[in-house]
């Protein structure tokens, strides 16, 4: 099993930056891909961006350019440094990992390639 846990959530104003960081513990040997997610009410997950363990990354197009994903796998810990923020990135975002690897594939970027999940970081951007 593997233990996910999120922080670094808050409110920032519009074109401001915020950074997420997700805490990985448990069997961690066994995690390949990694990933951040977010839903926002009435709305479904949604892929954010992912990295495997070789560091290829995938980004949502919607978060290109203002979003960067990184992992340290020494500390066992994902990042997600969060730029230019608009109302629209408000959400509760989640971090994922799975044993799989995607190599960068659009699979990265779905909730059903994930076996393990954190409990969220809402993320709140006001106009």
């Known amino acids: 099993q593997v233990q996910l846990v999120e922080s670094g959530g808050g409110s920032v104003q519009a074109g401001e930056s915020l950074s997420l960081s997700c805490a990985a513990s448990?069997?961690?040997?066994?995690?390949?891909?990694m990933a951040w997610f977010r839903q926002a009410p009435g709305k479904e997950r949604e892929g954010v961006a992912a990295?495997?363990?070789?560091?290829?990354?995938t980004y949502a197009d919607s978060v290109k350019g203002r979003f960067t994903i990184s992992r340290d796998k020494a500390k066992n810990t994902l990042y997600l440094q969060m730029n230019s923020l608009i109302p629209e990135d408000t959400a509760l975002y989640y971090c994922?990992?799975?044993?799989?690897?995607?190599?960068?594939?659009?699979?990265?970027?779905?909730?059903?390639?994930?076996?393990?999940w954190g409990q969220g970081t809402q993320v709140t951007v006001s106009s």
């Open positions: 448990g069997y961690t040997s066994n995690v390949y891909c």
């Open positions: 994922a990992a799975d044993s799989r690897s995607y190599s960068g594939s659009w699979q990265s970027l779905r909730a059903e390639s994930y076996e393990y």
């Open positions: 990295i495997d363990s070789d560091g290829i990354t």
